[in-house]
Structure formats: C-alpha cells, structure tokens
C-alpha cells in the first residue's frame, strides 16, 4: 500500500502520473486499484514512538534479521519499511523511501505494527513482550 502527502503541485503531478501509469494493468490483471482521499491526520508521531521504534523494534531487526547471510543496520531497515509501508519520493539520484515524519500518532502506530509483523514473518524476529 502507498500513501502520498500531497503539499505541492508537484507532489499531486507525481501521484496523478503513477495513478495514470499504473491503473489500466492492474485492472486487467483483476487487481483493481482503491483510491482513498482524506486530510491528513494531526497530531505528528511523537518522541516515544520515535525511541521506541529506533531503540526496541528496529534495533531487533538489525540484531536478528538476516537477508542472504547478510545483517544490515537499524538504518538500512529504516530506509527498506519505509520504501515498503510509506512510498517513494523521486530524487536525482533515484527513488527513495518517503519519510516517516509526516506521519501522525496514529498513522506511526499502524505503521510500526506493519513493521514488526512483516519482520516476524518475513524475517524471523521475536520481539520481547513488552507487557502489553
């Protein structure tokens, strides 16, 4: 799934371009596409969400994660979810993953779960019970 902020114009041409490019095989392919348009949530991640998600769930992932006999740091695993779970953004330089900043207190939640769920299953990492 991807979600676009769109603050500029520029930002609303990349997603109507991508919406144009990609609607018509999906379709065919039976894989419809879903737009869902709505303001953005207030209320930014907050710091504990941001020292638990750098100091607990990724610092799991980068201990016990391993990707063909290779580990790779909380940053690498930052940059790879948020490709995965938040979108892309074009730079120079090539696509890069959307930043997590913009997203709210619930919005981060949702995309922490995402993160621990696809590291157990993909990945094979167990997180400590945190006593939730």
């Not at 580990?71 to 690498?76: L, N």
């Not at 940059?79 to 959307?98: A, Q």
């Amino acid at each position: 799934m991807k979600a676009y902020v769109l603050r500029s114009r520029d930002q609303v041409w990349r997603f109507l371009r991508e919406i144009s490019e990609t609607w018509r095989p999906q379709a065919d392919a039976g894989r419809p596409l879903e737009v869902v348009v709505s303001e953005l949530a207030g209320g930014r991640r907050s710091e504990a969400q941001l020292r638990f998600y750098w100091g607990v769930v990724l610092a799991a992932i980068a201990e016990q994660a391993v990707v063909a006999g290779r580990r790779y740091p909380a940053p690498a695993w930052h940059e790879h979810y948020c490709r995965k779970f938040i979108g892309l953004r074009d730079t120079p330089d090539g696509p890069v993953g959307l930043s997590s900043s913009q997203l709210s207190v619930e919005e981060f939640s949702t995309y922490i779960s995402r993160v621990e769920a696809d590291a157990a299953q993909e990945h094979g990492v167990i997180f400590e019970d945190r006593g939730t």
